[in-house]
């Protein structure tokens, strides 16, 4: 009973999670509309400028937060009030991280390219949802179910039922 009690709570989390994703995509991709709009106001008659140099992105500072911290604090059995993590999450939100653990599935379909991840042995399913970045798709499509896989990415959010979500995932291998 047990079990099909768990199943039951990663489905609803799944299907949460995937609302969740498709209205930030949505909003995500509204702002940029929006924010091109608003730059929209050069002359008419502008001239032609030379070719801008790509410039190298400058590094991302990558915390040192450890999964069993944030397992402690998040993971579906945790005693901590939803309260208390909202306010723990807001030291958490926005980094970035490396982490490594196991493969439980990589999607590319309406929901975007994610990677779910199970970082800890006694999990049921994945404990880790990563939208992925576009230019991850050919490392992404070597990697098998239950392989191993160490990943870059930034902590987005958490929830109830849900597995944590990170964004802007790369995988390092």
């Known amino acids: 009973m047990k079990i099909v009690k768990r199943i039951l709570l990663g489905l609803v989390a799944l299907f949460i999670l995937i609302g969740i994703i498709i209205a930030n995509s949505e909003g995500e991709a509204s702002n940029e509309n929006t924010a091109k709009a608003d730059q929209a106001g050069a ?14 992105p400058a590094p991302v500072e990558i915390f040192d937060i450890k999964w069993g911290e944030i397992a402690a604090i998040y993971a579906l059995g945790s005693k901590v009030t939803d309260m208390k993590k909202d306010a723990r999450w807001k030291e958490f939100k926005g980094k970035r991280v490396k982490w490594t653990g196991r493969v439980s599935e990589i999607s590319d379909d309406w929901t975007g390219f994610t990677m779910q991840v199970q970082m800890s042995k006694d999990s049921f399913g994945s404990d880790v949802i990563v939208r992925l970045r576009k230019s991850e ?3 992404a499509a070597e990697l098998n179910q239950g392989e191993k896989v160490t990943f870059i990415a930034t902590l ?13 995932g790369e995988i390092v291998k």
Request: proline share 13%; no cysteine; glycine share 4%.
């Open 43 to 56: 002359p008419a008659l502008a001239t032609p400028s030379a070719p801008k140099k790509k410039s190298e």
């Open 137 to 139: 798709k050919e490392k």
């Open 156 to 168: 987005k959010d958490w929830g109830t039922l849900m597995p944590v979500t990170m964004e802007d």
